[in-house]
């Protein structure tokens, strides 16, 4: 593992003293449907956006106007709760500016109003449409958090279909077992920051509806890991999740037609890459950036 960075041990001491915690379990409770971070006039003016609801939801597509074939499906974390954050409008930028991709982020329902049901019908259908759309255009799967383990229902969904997969896939600190039953849990809630056990339990079991919370389109930590293709993963050892992310990725490597490539960064907190000026984060948006564009995925890096 990589020694971290003097800035990522300032960021895990500022959230280890701070109310963040508290923060962000009151937003999970009590989400805002008035987060206006995403909407199309937050982009900057060289950035060409194309906004539209349809089914359920909401999609925005941004590029340069002339973009490369590579288009990025971005799923936001949130705990299935929240909508994305500015954050993530600035990873997008990041995207377009820097590789000059399309990337369309995906507004999709969200817990109290919705379940399982309704959000992976949504990103199933947003899929479909975006290659309608763009025929022409290279996918790939983004997730973050929560977004991350939509992201792998939503491939495994796709495999099961035998449909068309992504080129790719980034998975960064991805939540696919909403049971929240590994013993192993406990432990790790001790040294995360800002997530609380207690708390994703509650919303694991609300965004599970009548499903079963093992269900694998709740949590695909439980379904199919053949033939997913190449799949990029990030996650940090100060989060909650650190141990289901482990599991995880011992049946990624398990799994006959899927390849793998994982960093496990010490030090780093649930979602790090959200911190953008983290030489972590530049670190990690630069792999994601070479993979896409190759679609190779990086080797393993020197310890």
Do not use: C
């Not at 949504?122 to 799967?141: C, K, V």
């Amino acid at each position: 593992m990589i020694v971290v960075s003097l800035r990522g041990k300032w960021l895990l001491f500022k959230t280890q003293h701070s109310q963040l915690k508290q923060q962000l379990q009151q937003a999970f409770s009590q989400p805002s449907r008035r987060n206006l971070a995403l909407a199309a006039a937050k982009f900057p003016a060289d950035i060409v956006t194309k906004d539209r609801r349809l089914f359920d939801g909401r999609l925005l597509t941004a590029d340069s106007g002339a973009p490369l074939p590579q288009h990025v499906i971005l799923l936001h974390g949130g705990a299935y709760t929240m909508q994305g954050i500015a954050s993530h409008r600035k990873i997008m930028v990041t995207l377009i500016r820097e590789a000059n991709l399309r990337v369309t982020y995906v507004d999709y329902p969200l817990v109290p109003e919705a379940t399982v049901d309704q959000t992976l019908t949504f990103a199933s259908q947003a899929y479909e449409y975006l290659h309608a759309q763009y025929p022409d255009d290279q996918f790939f799967l983004l997730g973050d958090s929560s977004g991350g383990g939509l992201a792998l229902a939503l491939l495994q969904q796709l495999q099961e279909k035998q449909a068309e997969l992504p080129a790719g896939t980034i998975l960064v600190s991805p939540w696919t077992d909403l049971s929240m039953m590994n013993p192993d849990l406990t432990r790790a809630a001790k040294h995360d920051p800002y997530l609380s056990l207690t708390t994703l339990k509650r919303v694991g079991f609300a965004y599970a509806g009548e499903h079963p919370v093992t269900a694998p389109e709740v949590s695909p930590i439980y379904g199919n890991f053949a033939d997913l293709g190449p799949i990029l993963l990030y996650y940090g050892t100060n989060e909650l999740l650190v141990a289901d992310d482990r599991r995880l990725v011992q049946k990624l490597r398990d799994a006959a037609g899927t390849d793998l490539a994982v960093r496990e960064l010490r030090a780093m907190l649930h979602d790090y890459v959200l911190w953008l000026k983290l030489p972590e984060s530049k670190r990690t948006l630069k792999e994601i950036k070479q993979f896409i564009l190759t679609g190779k995925l990086p080797p393993r890096p020197k310890a």
